[in-house]
């Protein structure tokens, strides 16, 4: 069992005083992956009371051991028309457009921007913008659909839109004229997750036909929490909601402070114990709608309350996973009934779906000043049309990136992970701090993910950075000073093998399959000698050769890219042979533009043009001696791009503007937007 040295930071709002606690503190037990099934009502209120309780146990056992090694460092802390989509037009329509940049083909993510090649949907502010955009020297904008909160990203299928947006809440007055419930605008739970006088988040997913004139909205479902991702498999869509859960009060006066405060020890630990005693008995008083998620759905245009069927719910071992409840949401497109809710207790901290599985991972819960521990449970859920069900869970040492750490092929699971064996989170890694990574293989057996095999430690000291399996090989970049690229022979899940190594400077966090021979990525290069970051690199692999990888091109960019960080604003047409990413730089002033880069296997990079969106922001900037100021309330940033035939469609706050690809300096169209109006939290005025 691994001791954990952390510092747990603590802002007073007296003073802004930081005060930081070196604490020697042992995990309570290490990771136990797996699920209880439960079967009925009783079973799921035992199951939550028991984890609530053991959560605030260990955080009394935290505190107590946060005394015993306190020690205090002061410093400073820091303080349009209500239209609808318009039909595809009957006349000829692209060759190709790019779709959505996806992980697994065939399994389509949600974005803020959409197109069939006819229409490109965009999430601007409140409303979903429709612009007809073929021929291409006919852009214009067609209509708006306003969508009620705050709408984040969406699905294209056919003639349906599929909208996600946040909406709240608040308990003084329900001044967003919400359609729920009256007692949604003043939930009793003050006590409990939420901070009284403030509000309730649901996700909202809207169902559009936009196959006519006007849009019609066919289905509307809301399930508290916040929208943490989704998956397409053809019509039927799986929604990932992080959902609220009991927590123990930590804004009340009464919650202990971390080190003691500078009481008496015996005065802490009365502190500590009353609290603790006060927090216990809450629990007992808990009731199972106290703990369980809220869920609507509109029966005509009425709210209707979803009873919660208690044998949807998955529990793992008490104080295992963290606060909060993974909700997985189904819904048929074509059926649009309501589907089935499938529960997890704890917050996901990775989702991956390939076409027949459903990962989520969750971190090993910690408590509140330690962060989220080093091991990763793993739950893994079987795909078979509209049905989603258990399979099995496993423990992955270590910290799990992202969603391209994962994957399934033919049945067999892969995960790269790194382990901190010093116990620290990553990105927080000291000078000396030790660290493995790897790359393991599991399947399932009798309701638990198994391990088959695993590499060798992969650069001790680095943490990965990007992860991307092709076929029976994985490419894994790993960075501290300089960029090892590892290619991985998967085809013997039972003996992952390290085929060959690469090192150059910098670090890759995207890898894209330019052929299947080549990687295309893009990162950022860091001088080797001095450490310093140079500006966004874009780099050409060649591995044909899994054992002898090389670099065969390279491109430095002064700026950095959205697409570093967003795999869906990386945007690379195959027929064109272009690239296309939003790039910001700040050398003498802010310039935004949608950067074009020609890739070629032989010849490299060849920048292909900029499209500036700077002129459609004028309003925003007010002269002053020496400068100026940027008045809205919205970014000047280049959004994305993408491609229709030979056409390149650049986006922003300001609009869209479509470009000839054989000459992108002058524009075909420029549709401007109207400023986009954000929807307005209840603690923020509104316009904010």
Not at 88 to 109: F, I, W
Not at 154 to 177: D, H, I, P
Not at 665 to 687: H, I, R
């Given at each position: 069992?691994?001791?954990?040295?952390?510092?747990?930071?603590?802002?007073?709002?007296?003073?802004?005083?930081?005060?930081?606690?070196?604490?020697?503190?042992?995990?309570?037990?290490?990771?136990?992956?797996?699920?209880?099934?439960?079967?009925?009502?009783?079973?799921?209120?035992?199951?939550?009371?028991?984890?609530?309780?053991?959560?605030?146990?260990?955080?009394?056992?935290?505190?107590?051991?946060?005394?015993?090694?306190?020690?205090?460092?002061?410093?400073?802390?820091?303080?349009?028309?209500?239209?609808?989509?318009?039909?595809?037009?009957?006349?000829?329509?692209?060759?190709?457009?790019?779709?959505?940049?996806?992980?697994?083909?065939?399994?389509?993510?949600?974005?803020?921007?959409?197109?069939?090649?006819?229409?490109?949907?965009?999430?601007?502010?409140?409303?979903?913008?429709?612009?007809?955009?073929?021929?291409?020297?006919?852009?214009?904008?067609?209509?708006?659909?306003?969508?009620?909160?705050?709408?984040?990203?969406?699905?294209?299928?056919?003639?349906?839109?599929?909208?996600?947006?946040?909406?709240?809440?608040?308990?003084?007055?329900?001044?967003?004229?919400?359609?729920?419930?009256?007692?949604?605008?003043?939930?009793?739970?003050?006590?409990?997750?939420?901070?009284?006088?403030?509000?309730?988040?649901?996700?909202?997913?809207?169902?559009?036909?936009?196959?006519?004139?006007?849009?019609?909205?066919?289905?509307?479902?809301?399930?508290?929490?916040?929208?943490?991702?989704?998956?397409?498999?053809?019509?039927?869509?799986?929604?990932?909601?992080?959902?609220?859960?009991?927590?123990?009060?930590?804004?009340?006066?009464?919650?202990?402070?971390?080190?003691?405060?500078?009481?008496?020890?015996?005065?802490?630990?009365?502190?500590?114990?009353?609290?603790?005693?006060?927090?216990?008995?809450?629990?007992?008083?808990?009731?199972?709608?106290?703990?369980?998620?809220?869920?609507?759905?509109?029966?005509?245009?009425?709210?209707?309350?979803?009873?919660?069927?208690?044998?949807?719910?998955?529990?793992?071992?008490?104080?295992?996973?963290?606060?909060?409840?993974?909700?997985?949401?189904?819904?048929?497109?074509?059926?649009?009934?309501?589907?089935?809710?499938?529960?997890?207790?704890?917050?996901?901290?990775?989702?991956?779906?390939?076409?027949?599985?459903?990962?989520?991972?969750?971190?090993?819960?910690?408590?509140?000043?330690?962060?989220?521990?080093?091991?990763?449970?793993?739950?893994?859920?079987?795909?078979?049309?509209?049905?989603?069900?258990?399979?099995?869970?496993?423990?992955?040492?270590?910290?799990?990136?992202?969603?391209?750490?994962?994957?399934?092929?033919?049945?067999?699971?892969?995960?790269?992970?790194?382990?901190?064996?010093?116990?620290?989170?990553?990105?927080?890694?000291?000078?000396?701090?030790?660290?493995?990574?790897?790359?393991?293989?599991?399947?399932?057996?009798?309701?638990?993910?198994?391990?088959?095999?695993?590499?060798?430690?992969?650069?001790?000291?680095?943490?990965?950075?990007?992860?991307?399996?092709?076929?029976?090989?994985?490419?894994?970049v790993t960075f501290r000073q300089v960029d090892p690229l590892f290619a991985i022979d998967l085809s013997d899940p039972k003996a992952p093998t390290v085929l060959g190594e690469l090192k150059i400077p910098g670090f890759s966090t995207y890898l894209h399959p330019l052929s299947a021979s080549h990687l295309l990525t893009i990162g950022r290069y860091v001088d080797e000698r001095t450490g310093w970051d140079r500006g966004m690199q874009l780099q050409i692999f060649d591995v044909s050769d899994p054992s002898r990888p090389t670099q065969l091109h390279s491109l430095v960019v002064e700026g950095y890219s959205s697409a570093e960080h967003d795999h869906k604003a990386f945007v690379y047409d195959p027929v064109n042979a272009l690239l296309a990413v939003p790039v910001d730089s700040w050398s003498m002033e802010f310039v935004s533009a949608l950067r074009l880069f020609h890739v070629s296997i032989d010849e490299g990079f060849t920048e292909a043009g900029a499209i500036d969106h700077t002129p459609l922001f004028s309003d925003c900037v007010e002269?002053?001696?020496?400068?100026?100021?940027?008045?809205?309330?919205?970014?000047?940033?280049?959004?994305?791009?993408?491609?229709?035939?030979?056409?390149?469609?650049?986006?922003?706050?300001?609009?869209?503007?479509?470009?000839?690809?054989?000459?992108?300096?002058?524009?075909?169209?420029?549709?401007?937007?109207?400023?986009?109006?954000?929807?307005?939290?209840?603690?923020?005025?509104?316009?904010?």
């Open positions: 069992m691994h001791r954990l040295r952390l510092f747990a930071c603590v802002l007073t709002a007296s003073a802004a005083i930081a005060a930081c606690l070196d604490v020697d503190w042992t995990p309570p037990r290490p990771l136990v992956a797996s699920l209880l099934h439960v079967e009925d009502c009783d079973a799921l209120l035992a199951a939550l009371r028991e984890d609530a309780r053991s959560k605030v146990e260990e955080e009394a056992r935290s505190l107590k051991a946060s005394y015993r090694r306190s020690r205090i460092r002061f410093g400073f802390g820091s303080s349009a028309t209500d239209a609808g989509g318009a039909p595809p037009p009957e006349a000829e329509g692209p060759s190709h457009y790019t779709d959505t940049n996806t992980q697994v083909a065939g399994v389509d993510e949600p974005d803020f921007v959409k197109t069939d090649g006819h229409r490109v949907f965009v999430v601007h502010g409140g409303n979903v913008e429709v612009f007809r955009s073929w021929p291409a020297d006919e852009t214009h904008l067609v209509g708006s659909i306003a969508v009620e909160g705050e709408p984040t990203s969406m699905f294209l299928a056919g003639e349906r839109l599929v909208v996600f947006s946040q909406v709240a809440y608040s308990n003084q007055g329900g001044e967003q004229g919400s359609a729920l419930p009256a007692e949604l605008l003043a939930p009793d739970r003050a006590w409990g997750a939420y901070y009284p006088y403030a509000y309730r988040t649901f996700t909202k997913i809207s169902v559009f036909d936009v196959s006519g004139e006007s849009s019609a909205l066919l289905h509307e479902r809301y399930v508290e929490g916040h929208f943490r991702d989704a998956r397409r498999h053809g019509p039927v869509i799986r929604t990932i909601v992080e959902a609220p859960t009991w927590q123990p009060n930590w804004w009340s006066g009464d919650f202990p402070p971390y080190g003691g405060g500078g009481m008496r020890k015996r005065a802490f630990f009365a502190r500590v114990d009353d609290w603790r005693d006060a927090r216990l008995a809450a629990i007992e008083k808990t009731e199972l709608s106290d703990f369980l998620p809220d869920e609507y759905v509109v029966e005509d245009g009425v709210m209707v309350r979803r009873e919660p069927r208690c044998d949807r719910y998955y529990a793992p071992p008490a104080a295992q996973s963290g606060y909060g409840m993974t909700a997985v949401v189904t819904l048929d497109l074509e059926s649009l009934g309501e589907g089935e809710s499938l529960f997890v207790l704890g917050s996901p901290n990775v989702i991956y779906a390939s076409h027949d599985v459903l990962l989520l991972g969750h971190e090993l819960w910690l408590p509140s000043w330690a962060g989220s521990g080093s091991d990763t449970a793993l739950h893994a859920f079987s795909l078979d049309e509209a049905s989603t069900e258990y399979l099995g869970s496993g423990a992955v040492p270590g910290y799990v990136r992202n969603q391209f750490s994962l994957d399934e092929r033919d049945g067999i699971i892969r995960a790269s992970t790194t382990e901190t064996t010093g116990g620290s989170r990553l990105g927080w890694l000291g000078p000396d701090e030790p660290s493995a990574n790897r790359v393991i293989t599991y399947e399932v057996r009798d309701g638990a993910l198994v391990e088959l095999g695993r590499t060798p430690a992969l650069a001790p000291g680095e943490q990965i950075f990007a992860t991307r399996y092709l076929g029976d090989l994985a490419y894994v002269p002053v001696a020496g400068g100026f100021y940027y008045v809205c309330g919205y970014g000047s940033s280049m959004r994305r791009g993408l491609f229709i035939d030979d056409y390149v469609y650049a986006l922003s706050y300001g609009g869209l503007s479509v470009h000839a690809l054989d000459d992108v300096s002058t524009p075909l169209v420029v549709e401007p937007l109207p400023p986009p109006v954000f929807y307005a939290m209840p603690w923020m005025p509104m316009g904010w």
